[in-house]
């Protein structure tokens, strides 16, 4: 059975860090692609960040580049390290693992449920 939990979510100011966490398990972690999305109060769900199995390409919205990082260890985790977090960045970040190294959420196939993260001004 495929699990992704995220963590590390939390209430920070502006201009503050968080690193979320998102712990696989149940399939072979380091053949997929993992995503990180975000969904905001009234809004749709919206991609952030992408890696590719071997952590060797990403991909990036252009809101957080040069903010996010996103990466992933042999331990089947994926992190995305966000900085100068703004207000604009509060959201629920879930992950997600698929096949592709895309920044549409269609090809990914599973998916956690989600850590919040606010930021206040």
């Known amino acids: 059975q495929v699990q992704l939990v995220e963590s590390g979510g939390g209430l920070v100011q502006a201009g503050d860090s968080l690193r979320l966490s998102c712990t696989a398990s149940?399939?072979?972690?380091?053949?997929?692609?993992m995503g990180w999305f975000r969904q905001a109060p009234g809004k749709d769900r919206e991609f952030v960040a992408a890696?590719?199995?071997?952590?060797?390409?990403t991909i990036y919205a252009d809101s957080v580049k040069g903010r996010f990082t996103i990466s992933r260890d042999n331990t089947n985790t994926v992190y995305l390290q966000m900085n100068s977090l703004k207000p604009e960045d509060t959201a629920l970040y879930y992950c997600?693992?698929?096949?592709?190294?895309?920044?549409?959420?269609?090809?990914?196939?599973?998916w956690g449920q989600g850590t919040q993260v606010t930021v206040s001004s």
């Open positions: 997600a693992t698929g096949f592709y190294l895309v920044a549409e959420a269609g090809p990914y196939v599973y």
């Open positions: 149940g399939y072979t972690f380091t053949k997929y692609a």
């Open positions: 890696v590719n199995w071997n952590g060797g390409n």
